[in-house]
């Protein structure tokens, strides 16, 4: 069974620095998705990033970007130029291309703090 | 849009009641779930249908029942609560696309004394 392991219960930034969260996977299979979730107090689940496992090429949406490195099995997450805003649960999720693609398989999350 | 929605946003239930969780999307997404979030647990799926009539368990499906009839609703039942299902309650859709980002719903807070 696939695994995803957020080492980081918890991290703190200062406001306008730049913060790495990190995630690694386990997985036997060679084609499989991996994506960034960002849980405000609202509570509100919402996608960051996305990431195809076949794309060698890191995904950046604005100030968030990540580092895949697919043989070491890790997906970590960087957020440059922090805000207030992204004060938050990050969950890192992993899912198979193939059979089983229906389900997302989380991480348990990593609390960001932002520091003014 | 509306997007996924998710009712009540707040359920409390003694042990043993039975009650409803609704789920509706207006994305036209084939493909839609229930995942539980549990503290220091992330987020684990109960059930998940791929199309109107098919649904099919997750991870942790005791205790609780779907069905999907259109697809755009897809209701999660829970038979004769217990203190053990105290948890939020999400609601996802996607399309059945390999790797489609999934939607979730703002969240139910559920609960059960």
């Known amino acids: 069974a696939q695994t995803v392991t957020q080492s980081q219960p918890e991290m703190s930034v200062q406001e306008a620095e730049t913060v790495t969260l990190s995630c690694t996977y386990d997985?036997?299979?060679?084609?499989?998705?991996l994506f960034w979730y960002k849980q405000p107090p609202s509570r509100q689940m919402i996608l960051v990033i996305r990431?195809?496992?076949?794309?060698?090429q890191n995904a950046t949406e604005n100030r968030f970007s990540v580092n895949f490195q697919k043989a070491a099995k890790s997906f970590s997450l960087k957020i440059s130029d922090s805000q207030l805003g992204d004060a938050a649960m990050y969950f890192c999720?992993?899912?198979?291309?193939?059979?089983?693609?229906?389900?997302?398989?989380f991480g348990k999350g990593t609390k960001l703090s932002v520091i003014p | 849009n509306a997007g996924v929605t998710q009712t009540p946003k707040f359920q409390v239930l003694k042990t043993g009641q039975s009650m409803t969780l609704q789920c509706a999307q207006d994305?036209?997404?084939?493909?839609m779930s229930w995942y539980r979030q549990d503290p220091g647990m992330g987020l684990r799926l109960i059930h998940y249908?791929?199309?109107?009539?098919?649904?099919d368990q997750g991870e942790v499906p005791n205790g609780y029942n779907v069905s999907r009839s259109t697809t755009e609703d897809f209701p999660l039942r829970l038979l004769s609560a217990a203190p053990s299902q105290t948890s939020v309650y999400f609601c996802?859709?996607?399309?059945?696309?390999?790797?489609?980002?999934?939607?979730f719903g703002p969240g139910t807070r559920l609960t059960v004394t």
């Open positions: 994305m036209n997404h084939e493909y």
């Open positions: 996802a859709s996607s399309y059945t696309t390999s790797g489609s980002p999934k939607y």
């Open positions: 997985t036997s299979e060679s084609d499989y998705y």
């Open positions: 990431q195809e496992a076949y794309k060698q």
């Open positions: 249908s791929v199309g109107a009539g098919i649904t």
């Open positions: 999720a992993y899912t198979t291309s193939g059979a089983g693609s229906y389900q997302l398989t």
